[in-house]
């Protein structure tokens, strides 16, 4: 049964740092993965998708890595502000149907 | 816009009224979702669809029941509403076929209290 894991799972940092949040998941078998941003009650935003055949995905100041074989993914936030503040969730998809959450790591960036 | 919608955002209902949460989306998906969330709490698949007239159960148990009548349209009923069903509902989409990316998008939410 494929478990997804978030370390670590609140993380509160100064404006300005460089950050990386960590996913695993226990089956390698996976189609692809995707990193969310959900604000307090929210939905989920999307933020980088990345396929199986994929290493990395980037966005602006996010840039997400995927080893499928040792099963891990990263999430790097560069130069963070305030308003990355939130909880960063990431989710695989084991086949075409279903994601499969990790329960999220929450970030607070303080000025 | 395309675009994943959720009304209504926020409902207050008390013990034994039967509710519908709406969820409509203009991205043209095939795919639709239902998640429950508690806050704090991790998300949990309660009901999907893989088009018209296709309905699953999630992983999830649920009281709840939903239909898919039309591709853009899925909404979820509780005949019956409990305490138990205080919670955030999701709804979400993403498209199917072969070479798609099966990127899921989720609508804002509903925060249903059960009084």
């Known amino acids: 049964k494929q478990e997804v894991t978030q370390i670590p799972a609140a993380l509160s940092v100064p404006e300005g740092e460089n950050l990386v949040l960590n996913c695993s998941f226990t089956?390698?078998?996976?189609?692809?993965l995707q990193w969310f941003r959900q604000d307090p009650g929210k939905g989920l935003t999307s933020l980088l998708l990345i396929q199986s055949s994929q290493r990395e995905q980037t966005s602006g100041r996010l840039n997400a890595s995927l080893d499928k074989s040792s099963g891990r993914s990263t999430l790097y936030i560069a130069a963070s502000q305030p308003g990355d503040s939130a909880t960063y969730l990431c989710?695989?998809?084991?086949?075409?149907?279903?994601?499969?959450f990790g329960t999220g790591t929450r970030l607070q960036v303080f000025p | 816009e395309a675009d994943i919608y959720q009304t209504p955002r926020y409902l207050v209902i008390g013990t034994g009224k039967k509710i519908t949460l709406e969820c409509s989306q203009t991205?043209?998906?095939?795919?639709m979702y239902w998640y429950q969330q508690d806050p704090g709490m991790e998300l949990h698949l309660i009901h999907y669809s893989y088009g018209v007239n296709s309905t699953e159960k999630g992983d999830l148990s649920s009281e709840s029941t939903v239909s898919r009548i039309r591709t853009e349209h899925f909404p979820l009923t509780l005949e019956s509403a409990r305490p138990s069903h205080t919670s955030q509902y999701l709804c979400?989409?993403?498209?199917?076929?072969?070479?798609?990316?099966?990127?899921?998008?989720f609508g804002p939410g509903t925060r249903l209290t059960v009084t």
């Open positions: 989710a695989v998809r084991p086949g075409t149907d279903k994601l499969i």
């Open positions: 979400a989409s993403s498209a199917a076929g072969t070479g798609v990316r099966y990127e899921q998008y």
């Open positions: 991205m043209g998906h095939d795919k």
């Open positions: 089956d390698s078998a996976i189609y692809n």
